[in-house]
C-alpha cells in the first residue's frame, strides 16, 4: 500500500466526519440534547483529525497520477489550494469543537453554549469547503462530473470530444 492508495482510502473520511458531525450537532443544539451535541462535536474533532493524514498523502497521490492521460494539471492545483483551505477550516473546526466538549465539564460550562454556537458556524462553512474539494478531487480522474464533460473523453486534456467522432476506432 502506498500514499497515493491511503489519500484515496482515507479521503472520505473527513468530509462525511465534518458534514454528518454539521447535522448532528445542529440536530442537539436545537433538541437541546447535550449527547447528540456531544456525537456531533466528536464527529467534529475526528474529522479535523483525518483531514491531516489526507492533506498529507495528496503530494504523493499527485504524483502518482500526474502523468496519466486524462489528467488536467489545472484541476490538480485547484484541488490542493481547496484541499490546504479546508484543512484550515477542519482545523480551526475541530479545535472549537474540542474546546466545546472540555468547556461544558468545566467550571466555565455556560461559556460553552456559545462556543458550540461557534463550532457549528464553522462546521457549516468547513463542511462546504471539504464538498467542493472533494468534487475538486473527483474531477482529475472522473472526467464525468467536470463541467461542460457531455462527451467526457479520459484521453484529452480537456476531457471533450471532437464533434462528429463516435469514439471507436476506425480501421478503415
Known amino acids: 500500500m502506498d500514499f497515493a492508495y491511503l489519500h484515496l482510502m482515507l479521503n472520505h473520511v473527513p468530509v462525511f466526519a465534518v458534514v454528518f458531525g454539521f447535522i448532528i450537532l445542529l440536530g442537539g443544539v436545537l433538541a437541546r440534547s447535550k ?6 462535536l466528536g464527529l467534529l474533532a475526528l474529522g479535523a ?26 484541476i490538480t492545483s485547484q484541488h ?31 461559556l460553552s ?3 458550540v454556537v461557534a463550532t457549528l458556524l464553522m462546521s457549516f462553512l468547513t463542511g462546504i469547503s471539504m464538498i467542493r474539494t472533494a468534487n475538486l478531487g473527483g ?11 457531455q462527451n467526457a473523453d479520459p484521453n484529452t486534456e480537456t476531457g471533450t470530444k471532437e464533434k462528429g467522432k463516435s469514439g471507436k476506432d476506425d480501421d478503415d
Not at 483531514?51 to 500526474?66: F, N, R, S
Not at 474531477?139 to 464533460?149: C, D, K, M, Y
Open 49 to 74: 483529525i483525518a483531514a491531516i493524514p489526507v492533506y498529507l498523502t495528496g503530494e504523493a497521490a499527485e504524483e502518482t497520477i500526474e502523468n496519466l492521460p486524462g489528467v488536467s494539471e489545472s
Open 139 to 149: 474531477q482529475i480522474r472522473h472526467t464525468e462530473i467536470r463541467s461542460g464533460a
Open 113 to 115: 453554549g456559545y462556543v
Open 80 to 110: 490542493e489550494s481547496a484541499a490546504f483551505f479546508s484543512l484550515g477550516l477542519a482545523i480551526v473546526s475541530g479545535v472549537f469543537a474540542i474546546a466545546s466538549l472540555l468547556l461544558t465539564r468545566s467550571l466555565w460550562a455556560k
Open 35 to 40: 449527547v447528540v451535541t456531544g456525537v456531533g
